[in-house]
C-alpha cells in the first residue's frame, strides 16, 4: 500500500511539473500582464502573447505553452513550483486567468511584485513578462 501511495504522489507531482525553461529567453513576447495592466484578486484577466516574435524555425502551431508566475522583484523573480495552467495552444495568444483570492497583493517594482513567465512545453523556450501588480480588489474577503 506504500509504494502505490509514493508511486501515486509521484505521478502527481510529475503532472504538474512544467518544462524547465532554457538558460536564456528566446521565445515571443508576453504582452500582459505589464506594469500598465495589472491584475486584481477574484476577477478574470486575459493574459496574451505574441508567438510571432519567436525563433521563425519553430511552428508555433504546433507548440502549447504554459504559464507560471513569478514572486519578487525584477531582478529575484521566483518561479512558483507550478503552472498556473499547461498544454495551452502558443497560438491561441490569449488565456484567461482567474486570479484567486488568496493571492497576495503586491506592487510592481518592489520585492511584492509579480512577473510571469511563457514556457514552451515542447522544449523549454521561454519569455518573461514585465513586473506587475496584484491589486487588492472588492470581490474577495
Known sequence: MRTSTLLVSAI?????????????????ALLSPNGDLPV????PFDITWNPQYSDPKYDASKQTVSLV????????????????????KA???KWTWNVPCDLP?????TDTGYG?????DQDGQFQYSTQFSVLQGDTCP
Open 12 to 28: 502527481a507531482t510529475l503532472a504538474n511539473a512544467y518544462h524547465k525553461p532554457q538558460d536564456t529567453p528566446t521565445w515571443g
Open 40 to 43: 486584481t484578486r477574484g476577477k
Open 69 to 88: 508566475l513569478c514572486r519578487g522583484n525584477s531582478n529575484t523573480c521566483n518561479p512558483d513550483p507550478t503552472a498556473i495552467v499547461e498544454g495551452v
Open 91 to 93: 497560438t491561441d495568444n
Open 105 to 109: 497583493a503586491g506592487e510592481k517594482n
Open 116 to 120: 510571469m513567465l511563457i514556457i514552451v
